[in-house]
């Protein structure tokens, strides 16, 4: 049967609990669960015909989307996470795949990979599409179709008890930074980097770790002085009552810069549809809906575009 609903929020919030993800109180992890609590049943998402009619044959004959989920074995709280009870990532990524799913009247089927072999997985036919925390820029747009469907920011996360404070590239010079390999802010920090040199001021120490959980154990062991992560993440991260990391800054990114988008293979017909599917959703409320279960209803954008204008 197609899947035409999402989670709900009864099950949502349980999961958050088991997970150990619900914070007691006044943070941002209380607001999560309390949006996914009173979100009144869950955001429903019912076939849209004028769009599902838009969707390739293809997909339509397959009856199914196969997303690729590129967050690995991370836990990305509240971008896409599991419990330890269960393995089903519950989020913001999951629920935008629902979205698409549902008002294209198709079953979603979901499956985890490396960031890298998403990529490598829709360019050889076992993806359809892409719904990750992949930022848009030039030269993905060259190589893939993107269509935008949130904006993204960048944190600093530290130690609790570090006392740096990071407003711009000097003051990570002579600065160990983690970084996860193949994403935009590793190029980003790879700027500033080039920045700091170019002043003749001590490098940047750009240190790549594969899984979050990398980056963590660095950051607390000393290995590094900081890490360059998701804003969301290390938002929700730092507000948890026994929290061990701060956020010591974000990384400036104008808002052509700030995209992130679902990708699909250049010329599959995907794009402009799931356009068509976020729009309809803004539309009517239900896109705004899914921001603000997880809290993240700063991060919409206003309209949903194929291959937008991009600064980087």
């Given at each position: 049967m197609p899947r035409t609903g999402l989670r709900s929020t009864l099950g949502i919030t349980a999961l958050l609990a088991s997970a150990g993800l619900i914070a007691a109180c006044g943070s941002s992890a209380g607001d999560v669960a309390a949006a996914a609590d009173t979100a009144s049943?869950?955001?429903?998402?019912?076939?849209?015909?004028?769009?599902?009619?838009?969707?390739?044959?293809?997909?339509?004959?397959a009856g199914?989307?196969?997303?690729?989920?590129?967050?690995?074995q991370s836990q990305y709280p509240p971008i896409a996470f599991s419990s330890v009870d269960d393995p089903t990532l519950i989020g913001l990524l999951p629920d935008i795949e629902d979205l698409i799913a549902g008002t294209f009247g198709l079953e979603k089927v979901d499956k985890k990979d490396s960031f890298e072999g998403a990529f490598l997985g829709l360019e050889s036919g076992k993806y359809d599409i892409l719904v990750s925390q992949i930022d848009i820029n030039k030269d993905r747009e060259e190589k893939y179709d993107m269509s935008s469907f949130a904006?993204?920011?960048y944190a600093f996360l530290t130690e609790k008890g570090s006392d740096l404070t990071v407003d711009g590239p000097e003051d990570l010079a002579g600065k160990t930074v983690a970084i996860k390999p193949g994403t935009a802010q590793a190029g980003l920090l790879d700027q500033w980097n080039a920045e700091v040199t170019g002043k003749g001021l001590e490098p940047i120490?750009?240190?790549?770790?594969g899984e979050t959980s990398s980056s963590y154990l660095a950051?607390?062991?000393?290995?590094?002085?900081?890490?360059?992560?998701?804003?969301a993440v290390a938002d929700y991260r730092a507000a948890q009552d026994d929290a061990d990391v701060r956020v010591a800054g974000y990384f400036p990114l104008p808002k052509e810069d700030s995209l992130i988008?679902?990708?699909?293979?250049k010329g599959s017909g995907l794009a402009q549809p799931v356009c068509d599917a976020i729009n309809h959703a803004i539309d009517s409320g239900q896109y705004q809906q899914i921001l603000d279960r997880w809290h993240l209803g700063n991060y919409a954008v206003d309209?949903?575009?194929v291959n937008p204008p991009t600064g980087h």
């Open positions: 049943g869950g955001v429903q998402v019912e076939k849209v015909d004028s769009i599902a009619s838009q969707v390739p044959q293809q997909y339509r004959d199914q989307l196969v997303f690729g989920q590129g967050t690995g904006v993204n920011k120490d750009i240190k790549g770790y950051l607390k062991s000393g290995k590094v002085d900081a890490y360059l992560t998701i804003g988008g679902i990708v699909t293979k309209r949903c575009e």
